[in-house]
């Protein structure tokens, strides 16, 4: 493993992200979840950074599948009823959340287990399965985003 001088404030700022979705969210559940899947994002792309990186470092990989698999577990508390779509509200949510709330809960089983596989993936230190479930983690998040998010054009 390799430990540079850039590794504690890497370390610093990852986990300064953990906290996020809790500061954001002070009673409001649509800001919670923005703050928390921005923060998923971030930690996922830390992770596909890491993953191009001609020697990942394990660090990095491990702070981010905590975070990934923390946000995946904390995200069935993000879509309370009447949280959804309304007027002065911005939100990429779609209605289909409340309105069909067994798949939406289907999808969001598919992340928790997903995220839950990487993060065992990365704790084994097994490169090859690291970048496997790499690539079904990111599946997971497409697959919920084309059924239950508005996507910017």
């Not at 509200?89 to 990487?118: R, Y």
């Amino acid at each position: 493993m390799r430990i540079g001088y850039f590794s504690p404030v890497v370390a610093f700022c990852l986990g300064a992200f953990v906290g996020a979705p809790l500061l954001a969210a002070d009673g409001d559940p649509v800001a919670a979840r923005i703050h928390g899947y921005r923060d998923l994002g971030s930690a996922f792309k830390n992770v596909q950074d890491e993953l191009r990186s001609s020697t990942p470092q394990p660090y990095i990989l491990q702070l981010s599948a905590r975070q990934i698999r923390d946000a995946a577990r904390q995200q069935y508390g993000w879509f309370p009823a009447g949280s959804g779509p309304r007027p002065g509200v911005k939100t990429a949510a779609k209605p289909i959340i409340w309105q069909q709330p067994a798949q939406f809960k289907a999808a969001q089983d598919a992340l928790s287990t997903q995220a839950n596989g990487f993060y065992q993936a990365v704790a084994s230190g097994d490169m090859s399965k690291v970048r496997l479930q790499a690539k079904s983690l990111g599946q997971s998040c497409g697959a919920c985003h084309r059924t239950f998010r508005v996507e910017e054009k």
